[in-house]
Nanobody, 128 residues
Framework: QVQLVESGGGLVQAGGSLRLSCAAS????????MGWFRQAPGKEREFAAA????????YYADSVKGRFTISRDNAKNTMYLQMNSLKPEDTAVYYC?????????????????????WGQGTQVTVSS
């Protein structure tokens, strides 16, 4: 059974940093493209960042570009999201997602319907 477990969320002041982790099991992690989505209170879930199965391609939403960095360690079956210069508008539940086959285009990675497996989410709260 596929399991994606997020960790690393918490409360941080604006301008601070957090690192989220997503531990995967039940699949061949190294073959999966991985992504982070987020859902703020009262809003739709939105794409934040993604990384291809090889780590060779990364994609970022404009709202996080330059502040967030996605990475993966295939030996540890774990994906990370380093979040710097956090803003109150980054407050959301952050979800990890996995998908095996994705065309190598931002528009495909950003489409929620393209992702097959999801974690339970981890709360990130940024205070002003």
């Amino acid at each position: 059974q596929v399991q994606l477990v997020e960790s690393g969320g918490g409360l941080v002041q604006a301008g601070g940093s957090l690192r989220l982790s997503c531990a995967a099991s039940g699949r061949t992690f190294s073959r999966d493209n991985m992504g982070w989505f987020r859902q703020a209170p009262g809003k739709e879930r939105e794409f934040a960042a993604a990384i291809s199965w090889s780590g060779g391609s990364t994609y970022y939403a404009d709202s996080v570009k330059g502040r967030f960095t996605i990475s993966r360690d295939n030996a540890k079956n774990t994906m990370y999201l380093q979040m710097n210069s956090l803003k109150p508008e980054d407050t959301a539940v952050y979800y990890c997602a996995a998908a095996q086959s994705l065309p190598n285009r931002y528009s495909e990675y950003a489409r929620e319907a393209r992702w097959s497996y999801w974690g339970q989410g981890t709360q990130v709260t940024v205070s002003s």
